[in-house]
Every structure is written in structure tokens, then in C-alpha cells.
């Protein structure tokens, strides 16, 4: 269980002794905050569930199988949908072949976006077991590549879909991860 699904179960069960205790008492009424969600942390939760699910999307992935490729763009929107689908497409024509997981170390609300939909992460994301390699099956990863990569990633929410959709990744300078 992550820790923010755990600080979330451990302070739902406060809340819950706690109206025990209070009896009867009215409960405020939830003010849904502009994004929709009850709470700035749910919707959070929501963009880094959303990025975790495209970070396993992106391990799921098999060049050779373009099927697979799905998955990916249909957690993204945008500019990074549109260089998703080309870099994939690049990627198979050209009989490249992918090794290993990336896996995601660590991830915090950087900023609020420029819009009220918009929730900007920090990620520290470990690639040091993902390998690509040619049609040849020489590795062409770059060999001073960090085994983590620090990440600036923008969510967006999809009203129509009640979801976040991944618009933007991008290198974040800093020193949030450690390798």
C-alpha cells in the first residue's frame, strides 16, 4: 500500500472513531473543489495514479507489436499523444526491441497548473533496468543516461472522462532523486 493510501485509510479511520464519539453530530457537507474532486489531495492522488498507470503502460509495451502501444496513448493528450504515436511508430519501423521496467521511485504535487484542471508532478523515475536496443540487438541507451530521471509531468483533467490524462513529460533539474 502506497503511503498516501495509507496516511489516506489511517486518517478515514480517525474520522470514523471520531464520529463515533460525536454521535449524532451534522457533518459539513463537501465543497467539491474546482478540479471535482472532494479534496486537493484526492485529486493528486487521481494525476499520480494516472501517471503510475502510464509509466506500467509504457513497460507493457512490445515494439514489435503496435496493439501494445494502446495502452500508452490512450493515457495521453495533447502534444505528447501526437510524439508518443510518432516515436512508437519510428520505434517499430525501425525494429528496435525494449528490455526491463522503469519503475517509479518517487512522486510530489510540484505546482498547481496555469489551469484549475491541471496538476503538475515531480517524479524521480528509476530506468536503470530499461534497455533499448537495435535491429541488431546492439543497446543504443546512452551510456552517461542517470539510472533516475527527474521528471516535471502535467496532468489534465478530462471532464468528459472524469479522469487525468497525461499532456506533458520533461526533464526537471534538481536533486529530489538520489540514484
Not at 26 to 38: I, N, Q, R
Not at 86 to 98: G, R
Amino acid at each position: 500500500m502506497s503511503h498516501l493510501a495509507r496516511t489516506l485509510a489511517s486518517t478515514l479511520a480517525a474520522l470514523a472513531v471520531v464520529g463515533a464519539l460525536v454521535g449524532c453530530a451534522p457533518s459539513p457537507e463537501l465543497t467539491p473543489t474546482p478540479t471535482g474532486f472532494a479534496s486537493e489531495e484526492e485529486a493528486f492522488a487521481a494525476a499520480e495514479a494516472t501517471y503510475r498507470a502510464y509509466v506500467d503502460a509504457l513497460n507493457a509495451v512490445d515494439l514489435s507489436d503496435p496493439e501494445t502501444f494502446e495502452p500508452v496513448f490512450a493515457l495521453t493528450t495533447g502534444d505528447l499523444n501526437s510524439t508518443d504515436r510518432e516515436s512508437y511508430s519510428a520505434l517499430h519501423a525501425d525494429a528496435m526491441s525494449i528490455d526491463g521496467d522503469a519503475r517509479v521511485a518517487w512522486v510530489e504535487r510540484l505546482e498547481s497548473g496555469n489551469e484549475p484542471d491541471e496538476i503538475v508532478l515531480a517524479v524521480c523515475l528509476d530506468v536503470r533496468d530499461v534497455t533499448l536496443y537495435d535491429s541488431t540487438g546492439t543497446p543504443v541507451v546512452n551510456p552517461d543516461r542517470p539510472d533516475v530521471q527527474e521528471l516535471r509531468v502535467e496532468a489534465v483533467l478530462q471532464h468528459a472522462l472524469s479522469a487525468y490524462l497525461i499532456r506533458d513529460v520533461a526533464g526537471l533539474e534538481g536533486s529530489r532523486c538520489m540514484d
